[in-house]
């Protein structure tokens, strides 16, 4: 059965219009969505991190709160920009996170993407070596990372404390977690490099390529590439796919002057040096927008669907659009509410 969770990218602004105008305002609001979310039977709450924004940054506070706030929804992020996290310190705050959640959280995490700063994770204390681009230091982090919350030893014992010399693990552990990381892709090839690495898929709505084929036939593909790429890996465990998409349910005149009435269309854009395709947003009456989300290809292929919330419009808004969305959109296309 394919799971569905909501993507909060937590914005805050101080605008009269916004129902979160601080950054506590967002924080306390994540974690009752997070609640509102459970009770309509909803699969998923996620948070993007973004740093240097008015926008949710360290997510572990924010995951711990929620896990102790709710008991069977999973808690994840999409996605942590690995040039920034100290992988160490990320293994003991995700386990601890983890173990407050009992075992529920799920991990997205990627290269990052295009941000106001210039070079921001350098400000964090992590400059790529010599030769080395920044790509490839969140892939160097995100492997230290990874055998950290596997229980690798990182680090010898002091004979004079222990009475031997023994590599010592990151404390807390938490099992199970390490089968719970997700790589953000936003190419078919990196698709392939994540089933190589035994993390699961998490696409968004954009892919940072096009072919000319409409979006969701395009992440389609990727999922197909991932797919078969981990099969010949060998990789004893099923892997878990996610897409993202925008789906907003026009039920009065008021959802009507926010969103509009008809769904977009996929647009083309220049993003990291090169033309990147963008998934349209559906918007319409519910029975129109299950019919049009039950034809996606890609939403087919995933088991799982992240749904973008406007967090700004406030809890009961959002509750309200998951609550319409469980009830008459997203039985089209397989889900049935957690109960």
């Given at each position: 059965m394919k799971k569905i969770g909501f993507l909060s990218f937590g914005h805050w602004n101080a605008s009269?219009?916004?129902?979160?105008?601080?950054?506590?305002?967002?924080?306390?609001?994540?974690?009752?969505?997070?609640?509102?979310?459970?009770?309509?039977?909803?699969?998923?709450?996620?948070?993007r991190v973004h740093h240097f924004a008015r926008q949710l940054a360290s997510p572990f506070p924010l995951l711990a709160a929620m896990g102790a706030r709710t008991t069977t929804i999973e808690l994840g992020t999409?996605?942590?920009?690995?040039?920034?996290?100290?992988?160490?310190y990320m293994a003991e705050d995700a386990a601890a996170a983890d173990l407050i959640s009992g075992g529920r959280l799920q991990l997205g995490i990627s290269r990052g993407s295009p941000e106001t700063a210039i070079r921001g994770y350098e400000s964090f204390g992590h400059v790529p070596a010599d030769g080395q681009s920044d790509a490839e230091m969140a892939r160097a982090h995100t492997d230290v990372f990874r055998q950290a919350i596997a229980g690798a030893g990182v680090v010898m014992s002091d004979p004079k404390m222990t009475g031997q010399s023994v590599p010592l693990p990151v404390m807390p552990q938490s099992?199970?977690?390490?089968?719970?990381?997700?790589?953000?892709?936003?190419?078919?090839?990196?698709?392939?490099?994540?089933?190589?690495?035994?993390?699961?898929?998490?696409?968004?709505?954009?892919?940072?390529?096009?072919?000319?084929?409409?979006?969701?036939?395009?992440?389609?593909?990727?999922?197909q590439r991932f797919r078969a790429a981990w099969a010949e890996a060998g990789w004893e465990r099923e892997p878990r796919v996610s897409v993202s998409r925008s789906v907003m349910p026009i039920?009065?005149?008021?959802?009507?002057?926010?969103?509009?009435?008809?769904?977009?269309?996929?647009?083309?854009?220049?993003?990291?040096?090169?033309?990147a395709r963008f998934g349209k947003s559906y918007v319409g009456?519910?029975?129109?927008?299950?019919?049009?989300?039950?034809?996606?290809?890609?939403?087919?292929?995933?088991?799982?669907?992240?749904?973008?919330?406007?967090?700004?419009?406030?809890?009961?808004?959002?509750?309200?659009l998951l609550g319409a969305l469980a009830e008459h959109v997203l039985p089209s296309i397989g889900w049935k509410p957690r109960t």
């Open positions: 009269p219009q916004s129902q979160a105008r601080t950054a506590s305002d967002v924080m306390l609001q994540s974690i009752d969505l997070a609640v509102a979310a459970e009770q309509v039977g909803a699969d998923g709450a996620y948070f999409a996605v942590i920009d690995m040039r920034y996290e100290n992988p160490l099992p199970g977690l390490a089968d719970r990381i997700w790589w953000g892709s936003g190419t078919r090839a990196t698709a392939e490099w994540t089933a190589e690495q035994g993390m699961n898929l998490m696409s968004s709505t954009l892919l940072t390529e096009d072919t000319g084929v409409p979006f969701d036939e395009l992440q389609l593909e990727q999922i039920l009065d005149a008021q959802d009507r002057a926010y969103f509009g009435e008809r769904s977009g269309q996929d647009q083309l854009g220049h993003l990291d040096g090169g033309i009456e519910p029975d129109a927008l299950a019919e049009e989300l039950a034809g996606d290809v890609a939403v087919r292929e995933a088991d799982s669907l992240l749904l973008t919330v406007p967090n700004q419009l406030g809890v009961d808004y959002n509750a309200r």
